[in-house]
Each structure stands twice: as C-alpha cells, then as structure tokens.
C-alpha cells in the first residue's frame, strides 16, 4: 500500500519569507508519480506540479521549486518570497494508477502581511 | 478550454436520503475519478471511471455508487445518507492514459447531512 506523509499540519509565515512543505511518501512501485495540488479556501485543487519516478531533477517555476530525492523518498516543496496569496493548503500526492491518487493530509500555509 | 464543471456546488440533504452529484470533465477527457474530503479522513478516492466503466475503486460503502455517460460526464449516487457523508466532493478527469496523467479537480460540491 502506498502512503504520503506532510508531517507539517500549519506553517505560518510573514511575508517575503521562504518557506518549504515538506512531503515524504512510500510505495513499493519503481514506476509512480508525485504531484503538488495547491487548494485556496474556494475548495477546488489546482495543479502545481507533477514528477516520475524516473526524474529527480528538480525543478523551479517563478518562486516556486521542488526538490525530489528518491533515496529519502522526499518531494519537497519551496516557496521564494512568500506572498500573501499563497495562503492556503497544499497537498502532496502519489499515483500509481491513472486516476488514483493518494494525497496527504495537506499542510496549512498562512502567510502573514 | 473550459474547467471541470460540478453541479450542484452546494447541497443539504437528511439522514436516510439519497444524493446524486454530477461532474462534467475537460473536453477530450476520459476518466472520471471521484473524492471526499473531510476534516477528519482527508482527501479520500472512492471510485474512477473511464469510458464508462470503473476501472478504480476505493475502500468505501456499496451506499457510494458512481456511473459514467458515453460524452465522459459522470454522476456519483450515495444512498441512505449518514451524518458523516458531510463532506466536500470533488471530481478530478484526466486523459486516462496509464500512469502519466495529471488529474484537474472541479470546485467540489459541498454536502451537508442533517
């Protein structure tokens, strides 16, 4: 069975401050993939990121980057200068099959003006 | 291209009632997958449907019942609702090819038992 863990329940921080969420997650499968999925307070989940299994390089989108280390089982996610709209919850996920995803419990983020 | 559309977004039903929710994927989209989200269990799949049939199931109720329509469209039914079926139901449709596929959510419809 698969699992995804954010051990980070809420994260508050001020403005232009960086902040990382973390994301550890374990399955026995070679071949899976890990998203980020960003929800404001109007509920619908927006697509951030997605990475295979088979592609560790990190990667960076404006202030946004991701750090994915196979042998810690780790997809971290980096915010630059924290914005207050980044404020919402964010959670990390692993398919393994085309339409089923695991998500974590998701991680709080408040960012402070 | 326009979004995955739920309907209705808000819903109140009782105890012992039954619900159907419907989804609306991307254009060209053929899989349909379903979620709940509470506080207490997170985010939850219950079941995915691709070219009308389940080929996903998760770990819920026969209450939980989902079907899909020949243009993609998806309908998900709970029967003799409970008070912990409140809860935040989201669909997400992808392509529906085999593990490379990313999911786009709808707003969710939002379901309150009382």
């Known amino acids: 069975a698969q699992k995804v863990t954010q051990a980070q329940t809420e994260i508050s921080v001020v403005e232009k401050e960086d902040v990382t969420l973390d994301c550890v997650y374990e399955?026995?499968?070679?071949?899976?993939?890990l998203f980020w999925y960003k929800q404001p307070p109007s509920g619908e989940l927006v697509f951030l990121i997605r990475r295979n299994s088979f592609d560790e390089q990190n990667e960076i989108s404006g202030r946004y980057s991701w750090n994915f280390q196979k042998s810690t089982s780790s997809f971290n996610f980096t915010i630059t200068a924290s914005q207050v709209v980044d404020s919402a919850v964010y959670f990390c996920?692993?398919?393994?099959?085309?339409?089923?995803?695991?998500f974590g419990d998701g991680t709080t983020l408040t960012v402070k003006p | 291209k326009a979004g995955v559309t739920q309907t209705p977004r808000y819903l109140i039903k009782t105890r012992g009632q039954q619900v159907t929710l419907s989804c609306s994927p991307i254009s060209g989209h053929r899989s349909v997958s379903w979620y709940q989200q509470t506080p207490g269990q997170g985010l939850q799949f219950l079941f995915e449907y691709f070219s009308e049939t389940q080929r996903n199931k998760g770990n819920f109720p026969g209450r939980f019942s989902g079907r899909q329509f020949s243009n993609s469209r998806s309908e998900m039914n709970v029967s003799t609702l409970e008070l912990g079926d409140s809860a935040l139901y989201l669909c997400?449709?992808?392509?529906?090819?085999?593990?490379?596929?990313?999911?786009?959510f709808g707003p969710g419809t939002r379901l309150t038992v009382l």
């Open positions: 399955t026995r499968d070679t071949t899976y993939y």
């Open positions: 996920a692993l398919t393994l099959n085309a339409g089923k995803s695991t």
């Open positions: 997400a449709s992808s392509l529906g090819r085999q593990g490379t596929d990313t999911q786009y």
